[in-house]
T-cell receptor
């Protein structure tokens, strides 16, 4: 495997379900990101992990819960979602210069998980 | 305010035509990076180019070229001799000295055979 991989690629879930999205990067990077892409809206940054520490949480509802067990893996745990949470969820990674970031490095993206909440 | 504007929502051209995608940005930062990404129907965002604010040299990569002009705050992308495989949504983005990428709304490019 190369680059950034995401599983599953497609997910349909009910509002009472609990599911998890998985992201794995094979680039040796130390920062990972979750983005949400809804139809007709700009990409929204949800979470950032740098050196396994969460450094950004852009006012994301608590029904989305990230987990970063190591610098190569990132999860997004989902529970009691709403239909408006249906979107493409993209994971990205980059190589940052330090725990406080500050570098302007390129983010590389995975193929995304298309989520439909019924 | 930090902002990226891609005024062209959708462009449709016939194969082999040249096409330019516009990107205009706003920032007060002196250090920043500009990016272009391609998003084919499969969904993955593919990195195309990164340009820092101190480097105004134009870049050419095969059929792709980029024109960065700080005087007009623009970073335009031209595809020469377009091909059907170029059909995708193209995003311009601005990155400041934190993790935030400020994204344009994207331009959907349709190349007809």
């Amino acid at each position: 495997e190369t680059g950034v991989t995401q599983t599953p690629r497609h997910l349909v879930m009910g509002m009472t379900n609990k599911k998890s999205l998985k992201c794995e990067q094979h680039l040796g990077h130390n920062a990972m990101y979750w983005y949400k892409q809804s139809a007709k809206k700009p990409l929204e940054l949800m979470f950032v992990y740098n050196f396994k520490e969460q450094t950004e949480n852009n006012s994301v509802p608590s029904r989305f819960s990230p987990e970063c067990p190591n610098s190569s893996h990132l999860f997004l745990h989902l529970h009691t979602l709403q239909p408006e949470d249906s979107a493409l969820y993209l994971c990205a990674s980059s190589q940052e210069n330090g725990p406080s970031g500050g570098a302007l490095e390129t983010q590389y993206f995975g193929p995304g998980t298309r989520l439909l909440v019924l | 305010a930090q902002k990226v504007t891609q005024a062209q929502t959708e462009i449709s051209v016939v194969e082999k035509e040249d096409v330019t995608l516009d990107c205009v940005y706003e920032t007060r930062d002196t250090t920043y990076y500009l990016f272009w990404y391609k998003q084919p129907p499969s969904g993955e965002l593919v990195f195309l180019i990164r340009r820092n604010s101190f480097d105004e040299q134009n870049e050419i990569s095969g059929r792709y070229s980029w024109n960065f002009q700080k005087s007009t705050s623009s970073f335009n992308f031209t595809i020469t001799a377009s091909q059907v495989v170029d059909s995708a949504v193209y995003f311009c983005a601005l990155r400041r000295s934190n993790y935030q990428l400020i994204w344009g709304a994207g331009t959907k490019l349709i190349i007809k055979p």
